[in-house]
């Protein structure tokens, strides 16, 4: 009865385990050959030279991975710097305000 029961238990862990999403890593857009963190890699430099741009990161948007661009505010500047998207994923940017460590 043991082994019935050890055998069960691993045919339901092979065949109904829980799927892993893939690794940020190896996110892709269908466009692309770069993966969304190779693109961050590229692009973060440039994009945080920009005034008001205070960060970068991987985000989705419509059930697809993007990149969101965070500013303190949204200025003309920004707009035509940023792209709306680059190497073929959505580039969003949003406003957080100013953001201040905490003491």
Do not use: N, R
Not at 33 to 42: D, G, S, Y
Not at 61 to 68: A, N, R
Not at 96 to 102: D, P, V
């Amino acid at each position: 009865m043991i082994h019935i029961s050890i055998l069960f238990l691993a045919f339901s862990l092979m065949f109904c385990g829980e799927q892993k999403p893939p690794q940020q890593d190896s996110i892709k857009a269908p466009k692309s050959k770069m993966t969304i963190t190779q693109v961050l890699e590229k692009y973060t430099d440039e994009w945080m030279k920009i005034p008001g741009v205070i960060g970068t990161g991987q985000s989705e948007t419509d059930g697809k991975p993007s990149i969101t661009v965070f500013v303190d505010t949204k200025t003309d500047v920004i707009e035509k710097k940023i792209p709306e998207t680059v190497e073929g994923f959505k580039v969003v940017i949003e406003v957080t305000g100013e953001i201040k460590a905490l003491e």
